[in-house]
């Protein structure tokens, strides 16, 4: 049985057996189709662009409102699962999903898609933290919870990796909705086998639901986010600074209305442990970057490179085998030299294998690229791996729950930041690097400087003996863009890497 704060008492510990681990199946098949679903977009940016002819504001809001929504809810999410019952939440979420995948894959507008991104990330939201506390429930054998969560964060992280292959699949063969599409079949054996396999269960005493609290949480990511993409395209506002305005000062609201609620959305109290905030920023910074790169990166392949969907997600995987394998060792590392100096060692490597990147991006040869994108890789995967074990590890034992509350919504967090603003930044430089003559009409200049994608499509419609001069100089400028992007992502991760070095325990 529970105890009142949800902790497992001794005389319910016992090994899980074939109905929990194939259950442990069914919540990390959830997983990864959410973390796929994050990145897998990314591919289709071409032919998504041709089709919808999105603004470049909103073909960023295509790629990162479906994560915004997500983590602007996770918290909440889970404080109704505790309530209403977590596998039913799961089931309704995973219907629902299913059914915001319909809408975005028969998308007739950039409008319309945004808003199934949006529905797609509240469904999402009802997943992933009932993912996590099932495996809590499911797995009451200490040895055997942790190998289940390290399932459950490899699968989130490979899940991410994964994306842009599944993609070039889809895309080799159907239209840019297909990525969508896939989901549909898959949601619906999550609804089934969690009907027979998954057990219910819910918080008995979960306290009272504060719902300011719950709206206080959207309203501090994005207004904030909405006024870096304003400014990012338009330039400063008044609009944006509003927007910024109303997020920073919601995110002070809900910090000080949750040091004083008996039953906090977030025990923002944990950040107080210099172990727990700097692995959760670890977690968070190392998304930042992998999502950031892939975004843009996966255009790169096509439209700079010249590579088809599939191939150009074929040549992605060196960086998604990476990620994926260095599962294997981390315990290996672990042992031999700690969770903090692992996890710093892992962000060095992967800034190593950014700054690489942005030397190979001009480079001729795809093997500088492979070699770069193994770096990331195993550095992303390998801090990925270990930091939802160092978040919960850092707190006491009756803040599991909340521990793991706030990692999952670093997670999410972390994709969306860096599609928004690592996206915005390729953007600003992008713009800037273009000298385009003057004389151009209008009808001509303004896709050029949308976005390469806009461009690429504007040019293909022009005379190749004009059109030949311009796409090499617009090709140029987001190269350009795509290296400045890198290096910052590259710091980024290098002052990541000095924080869990230092902060985050590395007791063997």
């Not at 699962?81 to 977590?86: C, E, F, P, T």
Request: hydrophobic share 55%.
């Amino acid at each position: 049985m529970l105890n009142l704060d949800g902790a497992v008492t001794r005389s319910t510990i016992r090994p899980a057996g074939r109905r929990e681990w194939a259950a442990l199946a069914v919540l990390v098949l959830a997983v990864v189709l959410l973390a796929v679903d994050g990145t897998v977009l990314s591919l289709a940016v071409p032919s998504l662009t041709a089709a919808l002819d999105p603004s470049a504001v909103q073909l960023l809001w295509i790629g990162d409102i479906y994560s915004f929504a997500l983590a602007g809810l996770l918290v909440t999410m889970g404080n109704v699962a505790d309530r209403i019952g977590r596998k039913r939440l799961l089931l309704i979420g995973s219907a629902g999903f299913g059914v915001a995948s319909l809408l975005a894959g028969f998308a007739p507008s950039a409008e319309w898609l945004i808003t199934a991104r949006v529905l797609q990330g509240v469904a999402g939201a009802t997943l992933m933290p009932s993912t996590l506390s099932l495996i809590r429930h499911l797995f009451t054998d200490a040895r055997q919870r942790t190998t289940a969560i390290a399932i459950w964060s490899a699968a989130a992280g490979g899940g991410a990796a994964l994306g842009p292959l599944v993609g070039g699949v889809l895309l080799e063969h159907f239209w840019w909705g297909s990525v969508f599409l896939i989901n549909v079949p898959i949601m619906a054996v999550l609804v089934i086998a969690g009907l027979i396999l998954i057990p219910e269960s819910r918080d008995p005493h979960p306290g009272r639901f504060d719902v300011l609290s719950a709206g206080l949480s959207l309203l501090a990511i994005i207004p904030v986010v909405y006024a870096v993409k304003e400014t990012a395209g338009h330039g400063i506002s008044w609009l944006s600074l509003l927007a910024a305005l109303v997020g920073v000062g919601a995110g002070v609201a809900f910090v000080h209305r949750q040091r004083r609620l008996a039953s906090p959305l977030i025990d923002v109290t944990l950040f107080r442990r210099p172990a727990f905030a700097g692995a959760v920023s670890a977690n968070l910074l190392s998304v930042f970057a992998f999502s950031g790169l892939l975004f843009f990166f996966s255009q790169y392949l096509q439209l700079v490179r010249g590579y088809g969907p599939l191939e150009a997600g074929i040549r992605e995987l060196p960086g998604t085998v990476a990620s994926i394998v260095v599962v294997v060792v981390a315990g290996y590392l672990v042992t031999r030299l700690g969770r903090g100096h692992v996890i710093g060692g892992a962000l060095m490597l992967a800034a190593v294998g950014l700054a690489l990147l942005a030397l190979a991006e001009g480079a001729d040869h795809y093997v500088w690229l492979a070699l770069a994108l193994v770096l990331v890789g195993l550095g992303v995967g390998l801090s990925l791996t270990l930091t939802t074990d160092a978040v919960v590890s850092s707190v006491p034992k009756d803040k599991a729950g909340a521990a793991s509350a706030v990692s999952e919504t670093a997670y999410e967090l972390g994709v969306a930041l860096g599609i928004a603003l690592l996206g915005s930044l390729q953007t600003v430089v992008y713009r800037a690097k273009l000298d385009l003559p003057s004389g151009l009409p209008t009808t001509l200049e303004a896709p050029l400087r949308e976005s390469l994608a806009s461009a690429v499509s504007a040019l293909s419609r022009q005379p190749v003996s004009e059109s030949a001069a311009l796409l090499e100089h617009v090709l140029g400028a987001f190269v350009q863009a795509m290296q400045v992007t890198s290096l910052v992502g590259a710091v980024i991760l290098a002052a990541a890497a000095v924080l869990s070095w230092r902060v985050i325990p590395s007791d063997r």
